[in-house]
């Protein structure tokens, strides 16, 4: 198997940076999208409301889960990237590229499953706290008071669980790099 040099492997270095934070952002997009639909189990139409409505609560609400999962996806990011450079500065075969890809999957995924969970459990937490407001209603006839405050509730969880995500993806990379 082929050991690439130092210039080839920053080459590939920063090719595998650009290409980690596209994923995160297509990641957080489709990821805060799909979270919004199955919370208001799809009585929102995001496209619709942003695009055709205007309605300035739902973009406030899609731009917190976006900040929120991008944050956590960064988060899982910068171990993944520390660990590529700690492990492989001298070269790499093509067998540990493939499970450091492996790695960089699983590690996107669990940085996804753990925004999703937070964020979903944080916010029926605080529809449970006001059981008699329909939140999702108010903000689709544009209560952008209520849109602020799961925004924020949204940003402020996240915020939280980056640190968690940060030290489990460190905790996966560098068992990896004993395997």
Do not use: H
Not at 15 to 26: E, P, W
Not at 136 to 153: D, H, L, S
Request: aromatic share 12%.
């Amino acid at each position: 198997m082929q050991n690439f040099e130092t210039p080839e492997l920053e080459i590939f270095s920063t090719m595998v940076y650009i290409i980690l934070i596209f994923t995160s952002v297509i990641v957080s997009v489709m990821g805060s999208v799909i979270m919004i639909s199955f919370l208001t189990r799809r009585k929102i139409d995001v496209k619709e409301e942003i695009v055709y409505n205007r309605n300035v609560g739902i973009a406030m609400i899609l731009a917190s889960f976006i900040w929120t999962l991008g944050g956590i996806c960064l988060e899982s990011i910068k171990p993944i990237m520390n660990s590529w450079y700690s492990n492989y500065a001298s070269g790499f075969t093509l067998k540990s590229a493939l499970i450091f890809a492996f790695g960089i999957l699983g590690a996107l995924l669990n940085a996804l499953i753990i925004g999703a969970v937070a964020i979903f459990f944080s916010l029926k937490v605080l529809m449970v706290i006001n059981r008699d407001i329909d939140e999702w209603e108010k903000i689709k006839n544009g209560n952008v008071a209520i849109a602020i405050v799961i925004g924020v509730t949204v940003i402020v969880v996240g915020m939280f669980f980056q640190s968690i995500v940060s030290y489990i993806v460190t905790t996966i990379f560098s068992f990896q790099s004993t395997v």
